[in-house]
């Protein structure tokens, strides 16, 4: 299940489409265009690994014509003209590494994402979400100390850290809120070393999804393990973990 695959765009203007809170968003916010023998649908999207943070959605739907952007296999331009809808280009812009979906929060206690409603969204200025860490050996969670759009500061750390806000390292960590309204930063770690550390757990799924009708992992995102549950069996039940 490593096939996540992104790549790296080229720079591609967005005339006319406008960013921040005012880009085009083709479909509805929790559809994709779904490509079916060259011609676009919005679908809802099951997986969300891939999404659009805007105020303006189903561009679409709203029987406008020009330009809009949408999730398709990566980012990308359309052009809507007369009921057509026209893949133009990949839709570069920076991207965010969103451990949960939009509209849901990172429960730090269960190490599972929580879908809450009325979420302020308003610690991410990206447009384009990317969600979750699949592709991790390891994961450790951190808590932490506020962040800027460039850089972050561990809790009891004085150093700051470089955002590597670049598609380059996509997959290489995520950030989110958790249900203290603080932020988390849940990084990848190359190496099991860190688990002589922390308590580290064997999942079977990767990051973010569960086994769905037997041993299929699908992406959820809601089922985590609370680890208090087992403190008598488990040393450090509260560190950062996983595998
Ligand atoms: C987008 O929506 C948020 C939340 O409803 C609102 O605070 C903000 O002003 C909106 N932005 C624009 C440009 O409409
Ligand atoms: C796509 O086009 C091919 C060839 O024209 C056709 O056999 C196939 O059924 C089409 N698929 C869908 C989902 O429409
Ligand atoms: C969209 O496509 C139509 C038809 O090909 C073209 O006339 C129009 O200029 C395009 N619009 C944009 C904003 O590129
Ligand atoms: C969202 O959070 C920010 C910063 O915490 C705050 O300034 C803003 O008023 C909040 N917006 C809403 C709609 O709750
Ligand atoms: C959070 O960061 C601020 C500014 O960098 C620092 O003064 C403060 O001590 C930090 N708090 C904790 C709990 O690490
Ligand atoms: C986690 O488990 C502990 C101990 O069983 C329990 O007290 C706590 O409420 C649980 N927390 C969550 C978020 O499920």
């Known amino acids: ?93 920076k991207v965010y590494p969103k451990c949960c979906p939009l509209n849901f929060i990172y429960n730090s206690i269960i190490h599972a994402c929580q879908e809450k409603e009325d979420t302020n969204h308003s610690f991410i200025k990206e447009n384009f979400i990317k969600v979750g860490v699949p592709n991790c050996r390891v994961v450790v969670d951190y808590k932490l100390n506020g962040t800027t759009d460039y850089e972050y500061g561990l809790l009891e750390s004085k150093s700051r850290y470089l955002r590597r806000n670049s598609l380059q390292y996509f997959g290489s960590y995520c950030i989110d809120e958790t249900e203290e309204a603080s932020l988390v930063i849940r990084e990848c770690k190359e190496s099991i070393e860190i688990c002589e550390e922390v308590k580290c757990i064997k999942k079977c799924c990767p990051d973010g999804q569960s086994f769905i009708d037997g041993s299929n992992c699908k992406d959820t995102y809601r089922h985590g393990l609370n680890l208090s549950a087992w403190a008598n069996a488990v040393n450090k039940p509260t560190g950062n973990f996983f595998l």
């Not at 943070?53 to 809009?68: A, H, I, R, S, W």
């Open 1 to 93: 299940m490593n096939s996540f695959v992104i790549t790296l765009f080229a720079t591609v203007t967005l005339s006319g489409v406008l960013a921040g809170n005012d880009l085009k968003k083709c479909c509805k916010p929790e559809e994709y265009y779904e490509n079916v023998n060259g011609s676009y649908y919005c679908v809802h999207d099951e997986t969300r690994r891939l999404q659009i943070l805007t105020n303006e959605t189903d561009f679409v739907g709203k029987q406008n014509e020009g330009e809009c952007v949408e999730v398709s296999d990566g980012f990308f331009l359309f052009n809507i003209s007369d009921r057509e809808v026209i893949k133009v280009s990949p839709a570069r812009g």
